[in-house]
């Protein structure tokens, strides 16, 4: 395996963020509008303390993974906590450590910032991805639920 490069998006990415995106979301069998596009792109490019942040994999210099986390309080901890909220590596790809070094990415970025804890979710049937979390993380008997 070459080198796997992990660092912050650019402007630059752009195109290649929304495919890597656009892939992630095709995967869960849903899309976005385009103004998501486009504020989730300002967004992750804004100060503010509590925006996403992006992370880009690359091989050869080719973008072939993508991670978005963000920090936000809890009443649990002292410190702020960490949600990596999307996490995509493109299929041809998989198996070759790119995940598993963008998450590992997320944890440098939530130590730097103190964070009291790392956490993401994914769905059941997400096979390929749960054996790697069920390596580099911690199974919780949490149950998601949302509003109807």
């Known amino acids: 395996m070459t080198d796997i490069t992990i660092r912050p998006l650019t402007p630059a990415d752009q195109p290649q963020w929304r495919r890597l995106w656009t892939a992630y979301l095709e995967f869960y069998k849903t899309s ?8 989730t792109w300002k967004r992750l490019f804004d100060d503010g303390e509590y925006e996403p942040n ?36 493109d299929p041809e790809i998989r198996g070759k450590g790119i995940g598993r070094a963008l998450i590992e990415a997320v944890y440098e970025k939530a130590d730097q910032k103190g964070a009291a804890n790392v956490y993401w979710m994914t769905q059941d049937f997400n096979e390929t991805a749960r054996k790697l979390y069920d390596r580099i993380g911690k199974l919780t008997p949490f149950i998601k639920y949302q509003r109807n």
């Open 32 to 39: 976005v509008p385009e103004e998501v596009y486009a504020s």
């Open 54 to 89: 992006g992370l880009i994999a690359e091989v050869d210099g080719k973008p072939v993974g993508l991670v978005h986390y963000m920090f936000h309080r809890t009443c649990w901890a002292v410190g702020n906590n960490c949600y990596l909220q999307d996490l995509y590596a």
